[in-house]
């Protein structure tokens, strides 16, 4: 079928045909610009030859903005609570077309052009999303401080951690299969919405691709909904908080791998490079680095297992046979044991020293060459026990 084709959407009982298509609008108090932004998409609808229907999702306006969506024949879903977030999957919800393209109520976002978003649609793309840099921002829609910055490190982030297509991962105007991605199950309840969606489909295997679109200005006089610093600051920790590996695996692998091999370099006496000089406090150091990366790394696996249990993350074999295996927690209950056990040893070692100086004065040097690693050892053998059990506990829900 091509775009210029009528919808052969299934007709209801009343006659009328079933929509194929919902413009969902989040609205709260837009009544200078909901009307523009109905008439252009049911003009969009007229020109493209498809069955479509608004639905507006108001989060309780105040300003009349129901009464002129509902004027206009489209439907209006009251979703009490706030959030930008909050309405979309209220109106998603209610939506009854096949296919879901969702924009501002703002008239910032072109609704007479949802074409080209309709034919990817139809090519089989699950996630269709605007990219407002290829399609044009006119002067003053956006602050120069998310178009220089905001805007793309987060797009940035979000094609190096997930492998998205997106160069515009916070563009509100998208088009996406209904029932796939509610089956995502966003939880985002403000701006960071479209962001989730979009790191989820990319996690879940759904086809992502983007169009161009534009941007203009808000209307005069309304009061912008997005916070920079607050809306930035959850967007991001979203993007980290879905990619355990890059928050706790990458950071937590490099810290240890760099503290044993400080600590290894450094045992057998103090080292120089140049004129700077290395002795007992560094090595103290590299036995901090090692302690903080292994709990960096239990971290990631107790995020990463949650995740999955939860349904937050899509699944991992490899996680799964790690930590399903039968006898994962006795091993790691051994390995933390033993571990114990040599730092303990060491310590003995030290006190030993100590005693054959008569409890006086030590060579601290020599000593704390002893003291260190044996510190560092019980440590990490704790962590190894009440990470292997508190991961034997999260897994007692799956099994």
Same mark, same amino acid.
């Given at each position: 079928?091509t ?5 052969? *959407?299934?007709?209801a009982?009343?006659?009328?045909k ?7 609008m ?19 609808? +007229? ?6 229907e ?14 002129? *969506?509902?004027?206009l024949?489209?439907r209006?879903?009251p ?21 879901v393209?969702m ?5 910032? %976002? ?14 089989g793309?699950d ?6 840099? #290829? ?8 602050p120069? !401080? ?5 805007n ?23 088009g996406?299969?209904r029932?796939?991605?509610?089956? !995502?199950?966003?939880q ?11 790191? #989820?489909?990319?996690?879940?295997g ?7 679109t ?5 209307a005069?006089?309304? +009061?912008?909904?997005?916070?920079t ?5 959850r ?9 355990? #590996?890059?928050?706790?695996? %990458? ?15 450094l045992l057998?006496g ?22 903080v990366?292994?709990?960096?790394v ?6 990463r297992?949650f995740?999955?249990?939860e349904g ?11 930590l ?5 927690l ?6 933390g ?10 310590s003995?070692?030290?006190l ?17 060459r002893?003291?260190?690693?044996g510190a ?8 190894t026990? !009440?990470?292997? !059990?508190f991961?034997?506990?999260l897994?007692?829900?799956r099994r």
């Amino acid at each position: 079928m091509t775009s210029a084709e009528p919808s052969l *959407a299934p007709t209801a009982e009343n006659g009328q045909k079933e929509p194929e298509l919902s413009v969902v609008m989040p609205c709260l108090n837009e009544a200078r610009t909901i009307g523009v932004c109905i008439r252009k998409a049911q003009a969009s609808f +007229e020109r493209i030859g498809i069955a479509g229907e608004v639905v507006v999702a108001d989060n309780g306006s105040t300003d009349g903005s129901q009464q002129i *969506a509902e004027e206009l024949g489209a439907r209006v879903v009251p979703v009490a609570a706030r959030g930008y977030g909050s309405a979309l999957t209220g109106g998603i919800a209610a939506a009854r077309g096949r296919w879901v393209i969702m924009g501002d109520a703002d008239d910032s %976002y072109d609704f007479a052009d949802l074409e080209p978003f309709v034919t990817r649609l139809r090519d089989g793309y699950d996630l269709v999303a605007g990219n407002r840099f #290829k399609g044009g921002i006119r002067p003053g829609a956006m602050p120069w !401080l998310h178009r220089r910055l905001g805007n793309p490190v987060l797009s940035f982030v979000g094609r190096r951690l997930y492998g998205t297509p997106c160069g515009d991962i916070y563009c509100g105007l998208r088009g996406f299969n209904r029932e796939k991605v509610a089956a !995502l199950d966003i939880q985002s309840t403000g701006m960071e919405f479209a962001i989730e969606m979009i790191v #989820k489909a990319s996690m879940s295997g759904l086809r992502v691709t983007e169009v161009p679109t534009t941007l203009s200005p808000d209307a005069e006089g309304r +009061e912008p909904h997005l916070n920079t610093w607050r809306d930035g600051w959850r967007s991001i920790r979203l993007l980290l908080l879905y990619s355990p #590996k890059w928050l706790f695996l %990458y950071p937590g692998l490099f810290l240890l791998l760099a503290g044993i091999a400080g600590m290894a370099w450094l045992l057998p006496g103090d080292r120089s490079i140049g004129a700077v000089g290395f002795d007992v406090s560094t090595l103290l150091y590299f036995g901090l680095a090692v302690v903080v990366g292994l709990q960096a790394v239990f971290f990631f696996l107790t995020a990463r297992w949650f995740g999955i249990t939860e349904g937050l993350l899509p699944d991992d074999p490899r996680i799964r046979r790690l930590l399903e295996r039968r006898g994962t927690l006795e091993l790691g209950l051994a390995v933390g044991v033993f571990l114990v056990a040599g730092g303990l040893g060491l310590s003995f070692y030290a006190l030993a020293t100590w005693n054959q100086a008569g409890f006086g004065r030590l060579n601290y040097p020599h000593t704390l060459r002893i003291v260190i690693p044996g510190a560092t050892l019980i440590s990490c053998g704790m962590q190894t026990v !009440l990470s292997a !059990l508190f991961l034997s506990v999260l897994g007692l829900r799956r099994r």
